[in-house]
């Protein structure tokens, strides 16, 4: 996983919207998809995955922008309203109904973004081939079972947002 610190701040370019993650994120992306090679203009986009309630907008507001995503399902991108740039985004169809509960973090956005460096490269069967990965580095050519990849402590705080999901599914139809 990342760097120990539990509080990373970041930003976009402009400095109108600050924000803060309050604890180290479930897990940190780097993803080669062509999606997100576009989306991003870059040949990757590195996100870390971490719970909506556990990242505080400090100052500024965000605009949502709703964009497809391979699936079909939209992908929410939350965007500063006046340089533009993207912060974090939403898989709304996303694991198991918890999508919008947890935000892919931009990492470029962090003050510090070395210290969230990625645990998993995913769809690297359409990554770049100049892009060169280290030795060591966990690959995986498409995604990945959850179960089998984050660390037990991410396991348990995406329980969590499941059961919650469960829970307030159970209220609606009563």
Same mark, same amino acid.
């Given at each position: ?8 701040e970041g930003g976009?370019?402009?400095?109108? *919207? ?9 897990? =940190? ?16 986009? =590195? ?9 505080? &907008? ?28 993207? *912060?974090?985004?939403?898989? &709304? ?13 931009? *990492? ?9 460096p990625p645990d ?12 060169? &990965?280290?030795?060591?580095? &966990? ?9 089998d990849v984050w ?24």
């Amino acid at each position: 996983m990342s760097d120990q610190t539990d509080v990373h701040e970041g930003g976009c370019a402009c400095g109108y *919207v600050r924000y803060r993650m309050e604890s180290q994120p479930l897990i =940190v992306h780097c993803c080669h998809c062509s999606w997100c090679q576009r989306q991003s203009g870059s040949t990757f986009a =590195v996100n870390a995955l971490i719970e909506a309630d556990r990242v505080t &907008l400090r100052e500024g507001d965000v605009v949502d922008v709703d964009v497809p995503s391979p699936s079909g399902a939209k992908q929410r991108i939350s965007r500063c309203p006046n340089c533009q740039v993207a *912060v974090w985004s939403y898989y &709304l169809a996303m694991f198991g109904g918890i999508g919008n509960l947890v935000r892919f973090i931009r *990492v470029g956005t962090l003050d510090d973004p070395g210290k969230v460096p990625p645990d998993i490269h995913i769809y690297t069967s359409s990554k770049q081939p100049w892009v060169v &990965l280290p030795p060591g580095t &966990l690959v995986e050519k498409e995604y990945y079972v959850t179960k089998d990849v984050w660390p037990k402590e991410s396991l348990e705080r995406r329980a969590v947002l499941l059961n919650a999901v469960q829970e307030a599914a159970t209220n609606s139809t009563a």
